[in-house]
């Protein structure tokens, strides 16, 4: 039984009991009828406006769910274009890996730097310790090797690093190391 039902069914017992409302005993009786009928209306208000909500958080979590299928749907998509992508570029790979690559020492930190094709085409690399860019030739390209400077690697007594200069600043006069500084003593000879 509802409750709307019970408050209605008790409030009818107390009607039919024939109580005195002019007594304190009936008086309260009264009271507490009336207030079991107004409670129950409230709570059955209560109850209609929780199953309102309820369905209204039904609706919302349908819609986010169509919503959620559509995103990850596209991310799917995406996900799929980025596998494609990255085949490519594994595919990429490959042929760099087959590409052939030189080791030649940084003249400016003595570092092991590895050359690419490319590199030479361009005719410089770039050292990744210390990020020094330095001309780059394969022996041999007597073209290039005419036009470009002689240059020696010299390695300072002081601090032990090595520094690459050109001829012409050897003979203008006495070098100094760029790391620590100190004059370079050295002869050039010619061969």
Known sequence: ????KKAAYLQGLVDGLGVDESTKEGKIIKAMAALLGEMADAIAAMDEDLTHAYDQINDLSEEL??????????????????DAADEDEDAGDDDIASEPFYEVAC????????????????????CAHCGVTFEVALEGEEDEAKDAPVQYEVTCPACGSTAVFEEDELLDGAPKCPNCGEPLDFEVTEE
């Open 1 to 4: 039984m509802e409750l709307n």
């Open 65 to 82: 769910e169509d919503l959620e299928a559509d995103l990850y749907e596209d991310e799917d998509a995406e996900d799929e274009d980025d």
């Open 107 to 126: 003249p400016a930190c003595g570092e092991t730097v590895y050359v690419s094709e490319d590199d030479l085409d361009a005719g410089e690399a770039n």
